[in-house]
């Protein structure tokens, strides 16, 4: 009699230790395609706010050039042209960063980083354990006591 009652228990069992399998892989793609999302999104809002700054700061380089230049050449002093040099250096990073290639120099040098030298991306202590984690918060907690 206990065989009858078994058999369809474990198959019932069965099938829904494939349900939950093929749920978890489901809840993990649709995590991982969040996180992709959330990640491109942060870059483009980066990638914009870069192309802003560099509208302002445009202006005020522009500015400050002609101003410079103005200056230097009616008090015949080229001292004013020193400010230019590293004016001239952040509008170039930031003209880089908005429209050239910074980003994906950043990438590649990023990915040859993780292929090659991927010690130096290793945490201190090695990747925090479950253990060493519960042995921190039982050393903070105020609540646990002992069994």
Known sequence: MGFFLSRPMNENMKKQQEF???????????????????????MAMQIAWSREILKYFGTFYGLAVLGLTAGAVKRKRPGLF?????????????????????????KGEAEKLLETESALLEPPHGVPTFESIEKARRAQSKFFIEK
């Open 20 to 42: 939950m399998l093929m749920n978890s892989r489901l809840q993990l793609e649709r995590q991982l395609l969040m996180q992709n999302q959330m990640r491109e999104r942060q």
């Open 82 to 106: 020193i400010p230019i040099i590293p004016l001239s250096f952040i509008f170039a990073y930031q003209y880089d960063m908005g429209y050239g290639t910074l980003l994906q120099r950043m």
